[in-house]
């Protein structure tokens, strides 16, 4: 066997790598056919982050490892590759929202990357078909894509509705993790990638005993359902031992073990009853996607509970809107010393920011939006400079700015202002004559199509 440097490999990948109009998406076999609902809520989530997918024709399975692999590695690898080969000929990067397809695809990128002979082998065969792998995509897991490239400032910046303190038991599953030679998305014993998801839409991530462990799903199919039915027992002991408020997944067969064992074990009277969430569905509800768009009434084991939980707790303190720190300014309004750097409320006895953090504190947002000296602030920056908190009451306001702003509650001065912009890509008329006294030029008409073409790009 012969076989070539990854790093050299690797390299090659990165200079031929260029843009790419949108991602693959590779769905795999169990979620179009058994688990169609979270097809449904990851493709209002994607649209809602402006990700742009699209639906390739003429994949087959991706192969799965452990079935096809065993059969024959030639077959496994030479399927892989063909479906490879399809999304490079898009110049597209593949998305898929199944850690089995992630690791089949990244091992077998690694096995053409490092075994001449297999790569030749296979490059044959796809020639025949009319197709070639030339190495020049990047294979992510939809946990990727929201953790490294949106990024969790992205995500927690677009919340509207963070978990409040919502109790989650993670289970990273087998495939994200220990991916045969293929780097895998996380630390393969003491992952905290998901757990920072958990953290950054405002909810706690547990530790609890089995947390490691494999859901055991393809027992069922290999030793029969009694087995599969004891390791879903063990993990969801544990889980409710830690007093979990739901169950955070990010594979469809782990997905399909928690969700449809619970359902069996409830009709022979073992009542878990822990809602099981997939990953996108736990961002989707944050970005405020409804319950129905998200296809959360198809689990087979109610997510009602959960859901209750979260309105209660919304309600009885969640800000909303934009992705206001309850902490941090919790930790502002105790401190206040802007108060005495501020140069407006230096200069105006009645300029007081913290009454506008106390009564967001409070739930009171309304009050903050159509406060008049919410647009007092003039955004100077000293507060941010000076701030001990490394927070300062100069973010909060510009949040609450944004959102009157989108609500149509800012002065009208500058509400004409916007429009104008809007409209002629400038916030003032120039004086032509003015302009003529002086000697100057015409000052040229901005097209006014632009700035419509860039609020589009936006």
């Not at 493709?43 to 639906?55: I, P, S, Y």
């Not at 030339?134 to 929201?146: E, G, K």
């Not at 390791?231 to 073990?257: N, S, Y």
């Not at 822990?274 to 990953?279: A, D, E, G, Q, S």
Request: with cysteine.
């Amino acid at each position: 066997m012969v076989k070539i440097s990854a790093k050299e490999s690797s390299a090659k990948t990165e200079s031929a790598r260029r843009s790419r109009p949108g991602y693959a998406l590779f769905w795999g076999c169990q979620i179009p056919a058994r688990l169609p609902f979270l097809e449904k809520g990851m493709q209002a989530l994607l649209q809602d982050l402006g990700v742009v997918t699209h639906d390739l024709p003429g994949f087959t399975c991706c192969p799965e490892r452990s079935f096809i692999a065993n059969l024959d590695p030639s077959l496994w690898l030479i399927t892989a590759a063909r479906n490879l080969a399809l999304i490079e000929a898009e110049e597209m990067d593949l998305l898929t929202p199944c850690p089995g397809c992630y690791a089949t695809f990244r091992e077998a990128i690694h096995l053409l990357r490092t075994d001449r002979e297999a790569r030749e082998r296979t490059q044959s065969s796809l020639k025949s078909l009319g197709l070639e792998w030339r190495d020049r995509i990047r294979i992510l897991h939809i946990a990727t894509l929201i953790h490294e490239v949106l990024g969790l400032d992205k995500i927690k910046g677009l919340l509207k509705y963070r978990l409040e303190g919502l109790r989650l038991a993670v289970h990273y599953g087998c495939n994200l993790l220990r991916s045969q030679q293929a780097h895998p998305f996380d630390h393969p014993t003491h992952p905290r990638k998901l757990d920072s998801l958990v953290e950054a839409l405002g909810g706690i991530s547990l530790e609890y005993e089995t947390k490691g462990e494999c859901c055991g799903e393809s027992l069922g199919r290999t030793q029969g359902p009694g087995e599969a039915k004891a390791m879903a027992r063990r993990k969801l002991a544990a889980i409710r031992t830690a007093e979990a408020d739901g169950i955070l997944v990010a594979c469809p067969a782990c997905f399909m073990q928690f969700d449809t064992q619970q359902a069996l074990m409830a009709r022979e009277g073992e009542n878990y009853q822990i809602p099981v969430l997939y990953l996108t569905e736990l961002v989707g509800l944050g970005f405020g996607l409804s319950p129905d768009s998200l296809g959360l009434s198809f689990h087979r084991t109610p997510v009602g509970p959960f859901l209750e939980k979260w309105e209660a707790k919304r309600g009885a303190g969640s800000l909303g809107g934009p992705p206001f720190d309850k902490e941090a300014l919790k930790r502002c309004l105790s401190c206040s010393a802007c108060l005495n750097d501020c140069p407006i409320a230096l200069a105006e006895e009645d300029y007081r920011p913290n009454l506008l953090i106390e009564k967001l504190l409070g739930g009171d947002l309304s009050f903050c939006l159509n406060h008049e000296k919410l647009w007092s602030c003039l955004e100077c920056h000293r507060c941010s400079q000076l701030c001990p908190q490394g927070y300062s009451w100069e973010k909060t306001l510009h949040l609450l700015k944004q959102l009157a702003m989108q609500e149509g509650q800012a002065p009208s001065s500058l509400r004409e202002g916007v429009d104008r912009f809007l409209k002629t890509g400038r916030l003032v008329e120039a004086s032509s004559t003015s302009r003529r006294r002086l000697g100057l030029p015409e000052m040229e008409p901005a097209p006014s199509a632009v700035i419509q073409e860039l609020k589009e790009k936006a």
